[in-house]
């Protein structure tokens, strides 16, 4: 279902390619643009009440698009270590060794997508450290463990959540 909500997520994937244009300006209007439909799509969509599973999944999966885009430009351009890129990635390797699990395990069909704690942190971090590095800040090493603790703490909260979804599928 396309409703505003989605539309404006889909946004995200034309401004990546705004990475493409070696330019601040151009750039850190793409992360302004992204960071502003990231905080008004979900807000619109419960205030419309328009949630939809394709919404939850299609919001975060902008977000990555997005990130991973901007990260894969700013490699390129050598801005940015190839572990710094994996650094800031971390929650979403969690993500993955997560779904791969419920897939193995049969418990997919089981578990409901919603945004997570960590996921939303990481996320308004990213972007700020993407507008760091556009600027030309050099980012401290402590900065990028801080997203390697950010995805072990999403990966327990993962499991956190698996763990309630399972004891209510029980309780039906």
Known sequence: MLTLSNSLSFLRAPLAFLFLIDNVSCRLIAIFLAMLTDSIDGYLARKRQTTTQFGAILDPAMDKFFVFFALAALYAGGTLELWQACAMVARD????????????????????????????????????????????????????????????????????????ALVSECKK
């Open 93 to 164: 390797f969690a993500l993955c060794i997560f779904g791969l699990y419920l897939s193995l395990s049969g418990q997919w069909h089981a578990y409901e997508c919603r945004a997570l704690r960590w996921g939303k942190i990481s996320t308004a971090l990213q972007f700020l450290v993407l507008s760091g590095l556009t600027l030309g800040f050099a980012i401290s090493t402590y900065l990028y463990m801080v997203f390697i603790l950010f995805g072990v703490l999403a990966f327990i909260e993962l499991f956190g959540m698996r763990k309630r």
